[in-house]
């Protein structure tokens, strides 16, 4: 069976004292809820802190981007191998707001993902269209071809650490969330893609999250979804109350 993961994406948020104080009142809240892994995605500076928090506690730590090469010239960039180096387990690639504002590409997303699962790390895909795209009714293909252009390359065995987070770009920090229906429908059509790719059992185990304005009012009609198998929480992450609410949706 598939296993449910609730993931935090903190984007450019908090600091590492924040990120102590944080960690140190979401673990008790958590403590105990063994069905869904439970993963927070911070601020390369802030993961050192996150690591040594999160000691003894069921929360795993994951970074928000990762470069492909190994070493080199890169100025501003961290390799795969120094987010391991630190205790990372996650790595969140490809998110729209890289793809938006950093000029990321489905080739980048790829060569990022396969050097991170080359490290050993978990890799949160994220994919999903913009406003334009489901309204000129083509969200099914604009998935389908992220799917297959972010995943080329990747070998089945490489394929169980990635999860794939659908996240509609229109209904990231809007408010605005997909209709529950919405989300399991392009989350089939993403499960789809990967068993064209990679076979049935392969896309009945691969975790698929959906992401875009998700909280704690509306977790549980979401997860209740058979396609959905987890959530990609932003806004909502950088509060514990809130966080805690989705993970107990979650069980
Ligand atoms: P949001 O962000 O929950 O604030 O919409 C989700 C994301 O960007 O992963």
């Known amino acids: 069976m598939r296993r449910t993961v609730i993931a935090g994406n903190w984007k450019m948020n908090m600091t590492p ?3 102590k104080s944080f960690i140190t009142e979401l673990a008790p809240m ?3 809820q063994d069905k869904c892994d439970i993963v927070l995605c911070v601020p390369y500076v802030d993961i050192a802190t996150a690591v040594e928090a999160a000691k003894g506690t069921n929360i795993h730590i994951g970074a928000e981007n990762v470069h492909f090469a190994e070493s080199g010239a890169y100025t501003g960039e961290i390799s795969a191998k120094m987010l391991c180096e630190i205790g990372t387990e996650y790595v969140i690639v490809g998110h729209s707001e890289r793809r938006q504002y950093f000029g990321e590409t489905d080739a980048t997303v790829n060569l990022r993902t396969k050097a991170a699962l080359a490290a050993g790390l978990k890799v ?13 009714g083509i969200t099914n293909e604009v998935v ?7 995943l080329a390359g990747i070998s089945a065995e490489e394929l169980k650490n990635v999860i ?8 990231i920090g809007t408010g605005l969330t997909a209709t529950p229906e919405q989300a399991d429908e392009t989350c089939g059509v993403i499960r789809e893609t990967v068993a064209a ?7 009945e185990e691969i975790t698929i999250q959906y992401g875009g304005s998700m909280n704690d009012a509306n977790a ?26 989705i993970v107990d949706a979650a069980q």
């Not at 389908?144 to 972010?150: E, G, N, P, R, Y």
């Not at 794939?164 to 209904?171: G, K, M, R």
């Not at 549980?220 to 609410?245: C, H, M, R, Y």
Request: aromatic share 6%.
């Open 17 to 19: 004292a924040q990120t």
């Open 30 to 32: 958590v403590a105990g």
């Open 124 to 136: 949160i895909l994220c994919l999903g269209e913009v406003k334009d795209e489901r309204l000129a």
């Open 144 to 150: 389908s071809m992220q799917t297959k252009l972010d």
């Open 164 to 171: 794939i987070a659908y996240e509609p770009v229109w209904a």
């Open 197 to 203: 790719l990679y076979g049935r059992d392969a896309a």
């Open 220 to 245: 549980a009609e979401l997860l209740a979804q058979p396609n959905i198998d987890g959530g990609l929480i932003g806004g909502a992450s950088l509060v514990a109350k809130k966080f805690t609410a």
